[in-house]
């Protein structure tokens, strides 16, 4: 896509890139899933992350192409993966603004071309929503339908608490890292309540922001089965993800 649209002005050539980071089962002890993480890359070497590059995303009239240029990124990760013997979903963040008619009309477009969106999950993240709790709700039913899984992404800071909870249809809860830097007692009380919480709602966990051996074992304790953290994995290419694949008989990844 056309980066140049919301550049630095001339002499900056841009790019998009798509990052992994997967997520990893401490009981199989194996990567699961992955998230896509978008990058923007310039040739001159410096790299922005979404907090700097979204907002000019937002003000520029190429959004819309930005949301789907991830969906069709999703679809051929997912493919090229699935080559590779990598069965788990591939996961995109979308906001509040990226959830809206136009994203559900291109998903239900790409599906009726024979796309299958059984491997692909959407992360609904925290940014402030402006559109009905109501509206975005029948929006991710009718994406969840398509065969399409959904996360909610930073549980516990901003707009994704209590009321996300309890209006979204979700697969998958992911606590916010910022658990993980809470005291001890804390950080045992809430993992704990999230572990009981999914389990009786029969949605899996994942705990983001795992950086320390010594929390491993903590969360072992408390329940938890998937994670997500520079401890395992950090961001990748997609080529340097695929060279961390199990060879053909092998079960484990690490």
Known sequence: ??????GHGAGHNTKLVMYLQPQFNLKEQRFTDVELLVRFKRDNGEVLTPDRFLPMVRRSNIGQEFTNWTINQA????????????KGKVAINMDGEQLNEQTLS??????SCQNTFKNIEIEVTEYLRTTPVNIT???????????ISISIDDFG?????LEALLNFPFDKLKADKSVMSADSVKREAIVKSLVGMTLAMNKSLVVE???DPDDVIDLEKWGVLNVQGFLYARPMPLTEFIGLLPAPGREKIV
């Open 75 to 86: 679809l051929e990760i997912s493919a090229k993966l699935c080559s590779a013997g990598f």
């Open 106 to 111: 291109y998903l239900q477009n790409r599906h």
């Open 209 to 211: 922001g795992v950086e």
């Open 157 to 161: 800071i901003g707009s994704n608490g």
């Open 137 to 147: 709700a029948n929006l991710l039913n009718q994406i969840q339908k398509l065969g």
């Open 1 to 6: 896509m056309n980066c140049a649209k919301f």
